[in-house]
Nanobody
């Protein structure tokens, strides 16, 4: 059984940094795409950063390229999102997610079967 748990996000001023973590159980890292999604009030959920099975390849939304870094620690069963140079428009609920095993990248939220409970990130100007 897959279970994803995200400890608290946080609040930071624009230009600051935060690191999100996700404790994952029941995930086979060689088979699952894992990623971080976010949803701001009144907006659709969007894929922010995805890590391919095996962890060598990553995808980033254009809005976060060069600022966010996704990584995983297989020994600790953890997924991370390092967020630097945060902007007020990064304010959202952030979710850790995992797909069922497949062989292609899909950044649509509906392609991910397992979700954490979400953690709030607030960036003030």
């Amino acid at each position: 059984q897959v279970r994803l748990v995200e400890p608290g996000g946080g609040s930071v001023q624009a230009g600051g940094s935060l690191r999100l973590s996700c404790a994952a159980s029941g995930v086979t890292y060689r088979s699952f795409y894992m990623g971080w999604f976010r949803q701001a009030p009144g907006k659709e959920r969007e894929g922010v950063a995805i890590i391919y099975p095996g962890g060598r390849t990553t995808y980033y939304a254009d809005s976060v390229k060069g600022r966010f870094t996704i990584s995983q620690d297989n020994a600790k069963n953890a997924l991370y999102l390092q967020m630097n140079y945060l902007k007020p428009e990064d304010t959202a609920m952030y979710y850790c997610a995992a797909s069922n095993p497949r062989s292609y990248l899909d950044v649509r939220p509906k392609a991910y079967a397992y979700w954490g409970q979400g953690t709030q990130v607030t960036v003030s100007s």
